[in-house]
């Protein structure tokens, strides 16, 4: 799950001076800005920019985010934030998913909620707070409750997977959807089974997790085991779901995912 987390060793800093060696992370928008040849902007004001944002230092290396002002200038190229994988380090690319969800936060908080009085930064902690009324808000992170259902041992054990409408042709993954207020993850991960295909699971267990800043998501993943009933597919939510043996998987989520990390986990312990 390394590829969409702070690397270790990173330290957050709220105060930082740009320098010749820093590196940003800039977004047109949703985007993330490289250079030509495909890295990230350095120096001390590489691009024009608005929500300028220290995010930390790592291994004596400052990084900073920022939002592009203007138009994007000659030499560089403005990308989807996944699109980084493979191209850029394990560890840039957890900071970029880092780095975007401070941007937006920036982006999207400017004024109070409450009494539309513009927000200001705070200074012992990533936040925002209204000089006139006091709120203080943060970034917001959505906890998703995932859930990899099996049935049967060894080489016989089946995995239940669908697939969204949103996929890619004949991809299909785990299920999972967005815990809801005053919800435990456990109640939730039940829920969205339920909700998605209509069947019972047993012995849910928490696997590990992972940041998710698409936009601003953290992944929980659950394993389980299949209790009873009949795969009924949710409408508009739901386009496929069946079980499929270990030794014949359909297209999966890409290898840097929660979602193929619990097939891969669980295929592993199947055939071994």
């Given at each position: 799950?390394?590829?969409t987390s702070?690397?270790d060793g990173?330290e957050?800093?709220l105060?930082?001076a740009?320098?010749a060696g820093s590196?940003w992370?800039?977004?047109?928008g949703?985007k993330l800005?490289?250079r030509?040849?495909?890295t990230?902007?350095?120096g001390e004001?590489?691009l024009?920019?608005?929500?300028?944002?220290?995010?930390?230092?790592?291994d004596?290396?400052?990084?900073l985010?920022?939002?592009l002002?203007g138009?994007?200038?000659g030499?560089?190229q403005s990308?989807?934030?996944r699109?980084g994988?493979?191209r850029l380090?394990?560890?840039?690319?957890?900071?970029a998913g880092?780095a975007a969800?401070v941007?937006e936060?920036a982006?999207t908080?400017?004024?109070?909620?409450r009494?539309?009085a513009?927000l200001?930064?705070a200074?012992?902690?990533?936040?925002r707070r209204c000089?006139?009324?006091?709120?203080t808000?943060?970034?917001?992170?959505?906890?998703?409750a995932m859930?990899?259902?099996?049935?049967?041992?060894?080489?016989?054990?089946?995995?239940?997977?669908?697939?969204?409408?949103?996929?890619p042709?004949?991809m299909y993954?785990?299920l999972a959807?967005f815990?809801?207020?005053?919800?435990?993850?456990e109640?939730?991960?039940?829920?969205e089974?339920?909700?998605?295909?209509?069947?019972?699971v047993?012995d849910?267990?928490?696997?590990?997790?992972?940041?998710?800043p698409?936009?601003?998501?953290l992944m929980?993943?659950f394993?389980?085991?299949?209790?009873g009933?009949d795969?009924?597919?949710q409408?508009?939510e739901?386009?496929?779901?069946r079980?499929f043996?270990v030794?014949d998987?359909?297209t999966?989520p890409?290898a840097?995912s929660?979602a193929?990390a619990?097939i891969?986990g669980?295929v592993a312990?199947?055939?071994?």
């Amino acid at each position: 799950m390394k590829a969409t987390s702070r690397p270790d060793g990173f330290e957050v800093a709220l105060t930082l001076a740009p320098e010749a060696g820093s590196v940003w992370f800039v977004f047109d928008g949703p985007k993330l800005v490289l250079r030509a040849d495909g890295t990230l902007p350095t120096g001390e004001a590489p691009l024009p920019a608005v929500d300028v944002t220290p995010l930390g230092t790592l291994d004596g290396t400052s990084y900073l985010a920022a939002g592009l002002d203007g138009d994007l200038p000659g030499g560089f190229q403005s990308v989807p934030v996944r699109s980084g994988f493979g191209r850029l380090p394990d560890h840039h690319m957890g900071l970029a998913g880092y780095a975007a969800q401070v941007i937006e936060f920036a982006r999207t908080h400017r004024y109070c909620g409450r009494c539309a009085a513009p927000l200001s930064d705070a200074t012992h902690e990533r936040s925002r707070r209204c000089p006139n009324c006091g709120l203080t808000v943060y970034p917001r992170v959505a906890p998703v409750a995932m859930v990899l259902i099996r049935r049967g041992q060894g080489r016989d054990t089946e995995l239940l997977l669908a697939r969204s409408p949103h996929f890619p042709p004949g991809m299909y993954s785990a299920l999972a959807g967005f815990v809801e207020p005053s919800e435990t993850l456990e109640a939730a991960a039940r829920r969205e089974v339920q909700e998605e295909v209509g069947v019972e699971v047993r012995d849910l267990r928490y696997q590990f997790s992972q940041p998710w800043p698409f936009p601003h998501s953290l992944m929980l993943g659950f394993t389980a085991e299949y209790a009873g009933g009949d795969i009924t597919p949710q409408p508009g939510e739901i386009d496929d779901a069946r079980w499929f043996p270990v030794t014949d998987l359909p297209t999966l989520p890409a290898a840097f995912s929660i979602a193929r990390a619990l097939i891969d986990g669980a295929v592993a312990e199947a055939l071994k």
